[in-house]
């Protein structure tokens, strides 16, 4: 008969039960159990085990029974073991009536913080190393300095925050964005032209879905996938401008007939890097002045700069044909849903029009706490400390390549949260399918590609280095470099 059945919920906060025989060595039989949990599928990869000395006293085992128990465990790789983050089931431990189903999972398209599908294999093993771009390191979320501004914006908020709202968003958050963006970015603007929206991917919908513009939009051969199957969805065609080592070929505008409005990533072109050049900067603001245009800039990751001088926003240049917006998904987390327009004067009616009432609004709780995120000074410390984080990833990266894969030279790396790794002509698919069944997940430069861009096409990989915690860094760095193609082959 069974000794007992443990249930560690009121201590850890996480249901445990273990069935242990009446007899035998008590360390064995624990290790047993939870072996038979992983084995099961009883007990998932990830999940986090009570500490040993909790999970003793609800055995009435000695500590160093479980401890013992723990610790062959973790030397077996059923469990793992890291100081802050407790003991967990290790992320290889799938049982093998459950690993095609993880796989199927892993395969499924998930939303990125960026708005990207994102696609890891359609039969590799599960993900071990995350070097997919578009996600900011979740474990520095500043949660202590957060939950701080929480506390002092609810209690300074007045009765009527807890009301119906401005559609604009809370004034607060507004005035301190105006602020902020113009000491930071340069922006040109007053809370009365800010709208807050839930990210940039919300401003499409806002802006096309509900027609407050019209296409066609221009926009860079290059970008991501899913903001134009937004925009078709939304019935805009989208018309792609070549790309080079200056960014979009802003030229190209003026033979692109029917066109009066463009979308471009001038701080930092996604995905290939690098700022649009001053005198393309010039150009399209010509343009859109002579045409009655509208440019639309997408500052994803603006704040975020190491190997050279900031570079403002191209707002400035003209507030009254240029809609900036902007988020905190790669500055602080995309869990926060809170993004911005800085609209042009003319365009601010239509699009609260097109907000509606209320459900389309951003929390009010949310929008209070960023904004005395931002006025106390919080948020510049934190993207002060993660610039630095970022820039120390990013040199990692760096000097890994130049030692195990000199032939191949990122680039992209002056700016951002990802690197561009150029490769020899047809490696692309190769490289991305040893990747996967190395159990890295990234993404090959093709698909962010225009499919009607006729532009020549480029072999790459798009190496995210913010998203891996610091501890799994450097061995996500090693599989990818055994990814790689060798010097002179395929």
Same mark, same amino acid.
């Given at each position: 008969?069974?000794?007992?059945?443990?249930?560690?919920?009121?201590?850890?906060?996480?249901?445990?039960?273990?069935?242990?025989?009446?007899?035998?060595?008590?360390?064995?039989?624990?290790?047993?159990?939870?072996?038979?949990?992983?084995?099961?599928?009883?007990?998932?990869?990830?999940?986090?085990?009570?500490?040993?000395?909790?999970?003793?006293?609800?055995?009435?085992?000695?500590?160093?029974?479980?401890?013992?128990?723990?610790?062959?465990?973790?030397?077996?790789?059923?469990?793992?073991?890291?100081?802050?983050?407790?003991?967990?089931?290790?992320?290889?431990?799938?049982?093998?009536?459950?690993?095609?189903?993880?796989?199927?999972?892993?395969?499924?398209?998930?939303? &990125?913080?960026?708005?990207?599908?994102?696609?890891?294999?359609?039969?590799?093993?599960?993900?071990?190393? =995350?070097?997919?771009?578009?996600?900011?390191?979740?474990?520095?979320?500043?949660?202590?300095?957060? +939950?701080?501004?929480?506390?002092?914006? +609810?209690?300074?908020?007045? *009765?009527?925050?807890?009301?119906?709202?401005?559609?604009?968003?809370?004034?607060?958050?507004?005035?301190?964005?105006?602020?902020?963006?113009?000491?930071?970015?340069?922006? *040109?603007?007053?809370?009365?032209?800010?709208?807050?929206?839930?990210?940039?991917? *919300?401003?499409?919908?806002?802006?096309?879905?509900?027609?407050?513009?019209?296409?066609?939009?221009?926009?860079?051969?290059?970008?991501?996938?899913?903001?134009?199957?937004?925009?078709?969805?939304?019935?805009?065609?989208?018309?792609?401008?070549?790309?080079?080592?200056?960014?979009?070929?802003?030229?190209?505008?003026?033979?692109?007939?029917?066109?009066?409005?463009?979308? $471009?990533?001038?701080?930092?072109?996604?995905?290939?890097?690098?700022?649009?050049?001053?005198?393309?900067?010039?150009?399209?603001? =010509?343009?859109?002045?002579?045409?009655?245009?509208?440019?639309?800039?997408?500052?994803?990751?603006?704040?975020?700069?190491?190997?050279?001088?900031?570079?403002?926003?191209?707002?400035?240049?003209?507030?009254?044909?240029?809609?900036?917006?902007?988020?905190?998904?790669?500055?602080?987390?995309?869990?926060?849903? %809170? &993004?911005?327009?800085?609209?042009?004067?003319?365009?601010?009616?239509?699009?609260?029009?097109?907000? &509606?009432?209320?459900?389309?609004?951003?929390?009010? $709780?949310?929008?209070?706490?960023?904004?005395?995120?931002?006025?106390?000074?919080?948020?510049?410390?934190?993207?002060?400390?993660?610039?630095?984080?970022?820039?120390?990833?990013?040199?990692? %990266?760096?000097?890994?390549?130049?030692?195990?894969?000199?032939?191949?030279?990122?680039?992209?790396?002056?700016?951002?949260?990802?690197?561009? %790794?150029?490769?020899?002509?047809?490696?692309?698919?190769?490289?991305?399918?040893?990747?996967?069944? %190395?159990?890295?997940?990234?993404? &090959?430069?093709?698909?962010?590609? *225009?499919?009607?861009?006729?532009?020549?096409?480029?072999?790459?990989?798009?190496?995210?280095?913010?998203?891996?915690?610091?501890?799994?860094?450097?061995?996500?760095?090693?599989?990818?470099?055994?990814?790689?193609?060798?010097?002179?082959?395929?």
């Amino acid at each position: 008969m069974p000794e007992s059945w443990v249930n560690s919920a009121e201590r850890t906060g996480s249901d445990l039960h273990l069935e242990l025989p009446a007899t035998g060595s008590r360390r064995a039989a624990v290790s047993a159990a939870l072996r038979d949990a992983v084995r099961s599928g009883r007990l998932a990869p990830g999940t986090r085990l009570p500490p040993y000395r909790s999970l003793a006293a609800d055995l009435g085992l000695a500590r160093n029974t479980v401890a013992d128990a723990y610790a062959e465990l973790v030397a077996e790789g059923w469990l793992t073991a890291r100081q802050g983050s407790g003991t967990r089931v290790a992320a290889r431990a799938v049982p093998a009536r459950t690993a095609r189903a993880t796989r199927a999972a892993a395969a499924a398209p998930a939303a &990125g913080p960026a708005g990207a599908a994102r696609t890891v294999g359609e039969a590799g093993p599960p993900v071990r190393h =995350d070097l997919r771009q578009g996600s900011p390191d979740a474990a520095s979320f500043p949660r202590t300095a957060w +939950l701080a501004s929480a506390r002092r914006a +609810l209690n300074a908020a007045p *009765h009527s925050a807890y009301g119906p709202g401005d559609p604009r968003g809370r004034i607060e958050l507004r005035t301190a964005l105006a602020a902020y963006l113009a000491r930071a970015r340069g922006v *040109h603007t007053s809370p009365e032209h800010i709208v807050v929206c839930s990210g940039f991917a *919300h401003a499409l919908r806002l802006l096309f879905g509900d027609r407050v513009l019209r296409g066609p939009l221009a926009v860079e051969s290059y970008g991501l996938g899913f903001h134009r199957s937004l925009l078709e969805a939304a019935g805009t065609p989208t018309v792609p401008l070549a790309l080079d080592e200056d960014g979009a070929r802003t030229e190209e505008l003026e033979s692109r007939t029917g066109v009066r409005a463009v979308l $471009l990533t001038p701080a930092h072109q996604f995905p290939t890097g690098g700022p649009l050049h001053a005198r393309r900067r010039a150009a399209v603001v =010509d343009w859109a002045r002579a045409r009655g245009g509208l440019i639309l800039e997408d500052d994803y990751d603006g704040e975020f700069r190491y190997d050279r001088e900031p570079v403002g926003a191209l707002q400035g240049l003209d507030p009254d044909h240029v809609l900036y917006a902007g988020s905190v998904s790669k500055s602080l987390s995309p869990a926060v849903r %809170l &993004g911005w327009m800085v609209l042009p004067p003319h365009l601010v009616g239509p699009v609260l029009a097109a907000k &509606g009432e209320r459900e389309a609004w951003a929390s009010v $709780l949310d929008q209070l706490t960023l904004a005395d995120f931002i006025a106390s000074g919080a948020y510049d410390r934190h993207v002060r400390r993660m610039r630095q984080r970022y820039r120390r990833r990013r040199d990692r %990266l760096v000097t890994t390549l130049a030692a195990r894969a000199p032939h191949l030279v990122p680039t992209g790396i002056a700016a951002g949260l990802h690197a561009v %790794l150029r490769l020899p002509p047809g490696t692309e698919p190769s490289a991305v399918r040893a990747a996967r069944r %190395l159990g890295v997940a990234l993404d &090959g430069l093709a698909a962010f590609r *225009h499919p009607a861009a006729t532009m020549p096409a480029q072999d790459g990989l798009v190496v995210g280095y913010a998203t891996p915690a610091d501890h799994a860094y450097g061995p996500a760095l090693e599989a990818l470099c055994a990814a790689l193609p060798p010097a002179g082959g395929r």
